[in-house]
């Protein structure tokens, strides 16, 4: 009878140990992940909390930065009149008495006021250009050059025909002053109504008269 209490006694002492080893086993695979999940995240990563602290110090940075180049502060200097009363001793039938006399004084404060920089707008100068457009042509509207006549309608550019209208002339191709033919070409000193030019001596004659522009003789270009 004493052997099996012995033996029962062994055995409950065994299940004892068991289960104090099961529950340590339980303990421990709950708070080490917990703890190791905690060192990491502490090494790795930052918290929530100072995510918050950054930003919020980055902010403030961002903030001074903004202030600092919006606005300056301007010294201000103001005085302030200060009522002051002194104690004098005065005598009265040889009995000293006192009294308080009033004066003033101009104290100086200096503060600080805020001024915001003004943006200031860049001047800028308009000009307006006025153009004239002319659209009023008053060259030849035909020139026919041939080898032994030329011919033009154009305005009179020597004045001898009295108006200013187009008029049709022809002429021979022949050069009066210098007595060549098929020397006269159009207008290659390019004047406004237009004119005819030896290539040869370069003598200038009138599209509509003929006449040379000289003005004392001047030659006349023979009509066709």
């Not at 529950?23 to 695979?29: E, G, K, M, T």
């Not at 602290?53 to 103001?78: D, M, P, Q, R």
């Not at 070409?185 to 599209?207: F, I, L, Q």
């Amino acid at each position: 009878m004493f052997s099996i209490n012995l033996s029962m006694e062994a055995v409950l002492i065994r299940r004892l140990h068991i289960g104090v080893v099961l529950c340590a086993l339980a303990f421990a695979i709950c708070i080490v992940p917990g703890s190791m999940g905690t060192i990491d995240q502490s090494q790795g990563t930052l918290t929530v909390q100072d995510n918050v602290s950054l930003n919020s110090i980055a902010s403030c940075g961002n903030f001074a930065e903004t202030s600092a180049v919006s606005y300056y502060y301007k010294k201000v200097i103001t005085y302030k009149k200060v009522t002051y009363y002194k104690k004098v001793a005065y005598y009265k039938h040889h009995k000293k008495y006192y009294k308080y006399v009033r004066y003033y004084k101009y104290k100086k404060v200096v503060t600080y006021k805020k001024v915001y920089y003004k943006k200031v707008k860049a001047a800028t100068k308009t000009t307006t250009t006025k153009t004239t457009t002319t659209t009023k042509s008053y060259g030849a509207t035909y020139v026919g050059v041939g080898s032994t006549t030329v011919k033009a309608t154009a305005r009179c550019s020597c004045g001898a025909k009295g108006d200013y209208n187009y008029h049709t002339a022809a002429f021979k191709n022949y050069c009066p002053y210098c007595h060549q033919d098929g020397t006269l070409v159009w207008n290659p000193k390019a004047t406004a109504e237009g004119e005819w030019t030896c290539s040869k001596c370069g003598a200038d004659y009138c599209a509509v008269c003929g006449k040379e522009k000289k003005v004392t003789n001047p030659k006349y270009l023979t009509p066709a």
